[in-house]
């Protein structure tokens, strides 16, 4: 993970230009298991009262005061995130709290973000953080929306699989960057459909193709053989890691360089979206 992030700020805060909330990760489960842990352990209307202050969200109205379990569940994830730190700041700024209030709160909701998996850890002053980091979930979150379309749902389910890899205390890197690849590797036979794999072959014919549309740019298309031969080699650099390594315990990559691999393979995805919907008839 890259970089130092501000220890206990809220998510919307530390996190708040990454793009919609619908692309976060969520889940139904890990949001209503916050809010059946406040309704058990925090029945009074105080936490209700410094969560509405603190946020100027509305809380729905239940026994004996607040139904925090319809609010957990209904309210926007961004925010969810943001209220599991200011429980942690209620439970010290509470005089009459023992100790053990805040650190219950704090291990439950560890446990929880590890059992539910969705690619968020907690820090010791309960703020809420990407398991990566920024740069590597803005990443994943850009190229999302080109990939709704139903002709990538084989692309897609391979591209969040190399981010789930990593997206919890056991990573597996090796499954990231065959995942990743896979997604790419769909794609391009999505684009070529005799083509049987991810080759240097049908890589050469995609830039062939993205070249046409800048006929005319002698320099573009320099470039695009640069960027296309970087291309070719980041397939063959993968290929270590498909296709075993001549050892009896196959070595996975370094989580660096895992990263690394997901987000160029990310990037070269982009391209070939982009190069793919201009071959697409309208």
């Given at each position: 993970m890259t970089g130092q992030l501000p220890v206990g700020m809220l998510f919307s805060h530390v996190h708040v230009y990454l793009s919609g909330e619908t692309l976060l990760r969520d889940k139904e489960t890990f949001r209503r298991r916050l809010g059946v842990y406040c309704q058990k352990n925090f029945s009074n209307g105080t936490l209700g009262d410094y969560l509405r202050t603190e946020t100027g969200l509305k809380i729905p109205a239940g026994y004996p005061q607040y139904d925090f379990e319809k609010f957990f569940v209904s309210e926007a994830i961004g925010n969810v995130l943001s209220a599991i730190t200011l429980i942690w700041r209620f439970c010290h700024l509470d005089r009459y709290a023992r100790d053990s209030v805040w650190k219950n709160w704090h291990d439950f909701v560890a446990r929880v973000l590890k059992e539910e998996n969705i690619g968020y850890r907690l820090d010791e002053k309960c703020g809420v953080h990407f398991f990566v980091d920024n740069s590597f979930e803005r990443n994943r979150q850009s190229i999302i929306p080109a990939l709704g379309h139903e002709r990538y749902t084989g692309v897609l389910t391979a591209f969040e699989g190399a981010y789930s890899a990593l997206d919890s205390e056991s990573q597996d890197t090796k499954q990231a960057v065959r995942l990743i690849f896979e997604s790419v590797e769909i794609l391009a036979k999505l684009m070529h459909p005799k083509t049987a794999r991810l080759d240097k072959q049908v890589i050469e014919t995609i830039r062939d193709q993205a070249k046409v549309s800048y006929a005319g740019?002698?320099?573009?298309?320099?470039?695009?053989?640069?960027?296309?031969?970087?291309?070719?080699?980041?397939?063959?650099?993968?290929?270590?890691?498909?296709?075993?390594?001549?050892?009896?315990?196959?070595?996975?990559?370094?989580?660096?360089?895992?990263?690394?691999?997901?987000?160029?393979?990310t990037n070269y995805l982009r391209w070939l979206l982009e190069i793919d919907a201009i071959s697409q008839p309208t």
């Open positions: 740019d002698k320099t573009a298309c320099s470039v695009a053989d640069k960027m296309f031969a970087s291309f070719v080699d980041w397939m063959d650099g993968l290929h270590f890691y498909r296709h075993g390594q001549g050892v009896e315990n196959h070595v996975a990559p370094p989580l660096d360089m895992a990263i690394f691999a997901i987000s160029s393979g």
